[in-house]
């Protein structure tokens, strides 16, 4: 008999296209047949599915509530204001309690805007950077969201986006006249900016400031000369980074600054809020850029924000943050050593990944999240790590996945197929930042 969770999955399958609303929810790249998929509650670290299973939560997907879920701080300050009405006619003074905060926080910029996610703002500050340097092209390192601007990079080959987004993506629906108009650069990589500087007509450098890959500073100090000098707007997109491992951008630990920076996700703890910040300077030459939604005037994600930014202030949570991804790293890095297990470690210290170094890697990721969740704890080899990762977490992560890493072991060393114990189909491929 199949769960309420799966049956549910299997009725979402034949109305909703894709099943899911976000691509990183589909339950096939974690476990297919077998992720419980949807949630009745979530608290704190802990997750209940439909049939009222509660779940330790080691991959907190995806990045959105550093604080913890259903924070009591942030949800009383939302559910008190929402009491005098979350929308009306008029505006609400968060929007420029909020603006005033970011620019604080980045004394750089001059001006805020608000969204409600992490595309729509990369969507804005695509509009606003074309606007500003007169020229239509652009040039991008990551993932930017789901809009036209973005995936026509795939329209000259479905191989464009491999190194920043899912591999071979088909981009049915984007219009073939953006064709040319977005040119992919990898990290680090100075040949591929070298071919970027070429490109005429281009307008926009819009990056990740850390995705997988640790930036090598003069890539980004040659990255913000080349802007200076050729009127290129540079924008940072740090709707994931952001407000992890710093009172903000993490650009703020490398001292480079864009012209146009996204903040996201963790800034309202769930609440759905996003940002745009620009340069002073712009601001006049943004005036003429349509950029309205009726939604980017609801209140509680400003209201979230404000809470949320004022305990990430008072508590350092991107200090505590980046120190319990540590431990987590460390503890990959033990047991893979005890049990003489080649993996990679990697990624930001608040988003530690790791990926086994075996061809069956994704068979061993699919046995690894089958084994976790039989011990109720959802995994995969990312962890967005947030406060309420406490350290009897840990421990009991640590002990499940001593057990799992011995079983791994043994079938490298023996020569044993995995797919005799696993239970589902393997895991299917999900985005490039996630499996490396
Ligand atoms: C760097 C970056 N930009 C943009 C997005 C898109 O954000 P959203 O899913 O809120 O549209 C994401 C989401 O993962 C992201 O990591």
Redesign the pocket.
Known sequence: MKDKNQKLYNEARKIIPNGTM?FSKKPEIYLPGKWPTYYSKAKKAYVWDLEKKRYLDMYFG?GQNTLGYANFEVDTEVNKSNKNGNMCSLNSEQDVKLAKKLIKIHPWAGFARFAK????A?AVSIRYARAISKKDKIAIC?????HDWYLAANLKSKKKLNDHHIQELKVDGVPKALKNTVHPFRMNNFNDLKKIKKIKGLGVIKM?VYREKKPNIKFLKDIRKHCNKNNIVLIF?E??SGFRETFGGIHKKYKIYPDLL?L?KAMGNGYPI?SILGRKKFINMVSNCFVSSTFWTEKSGAVAALKTIEIMQRDKTYKKIKNIGQKIKKIWQQLSTKHQLKIKIYGLDSIPCFQFLYKNHLAYKTFLTQEMLKNRILATTQIYISIAHEQKHLQNYKNKLDNIFKSISEFEKKNIPVNRFLESKISEVGFKRYTN
């Open positions: 976000l995806v996610s992490g595309g729509e990369n990551g993932y930017h969201g789901w990740e997109d709707c994931t996204m996201g996003t």
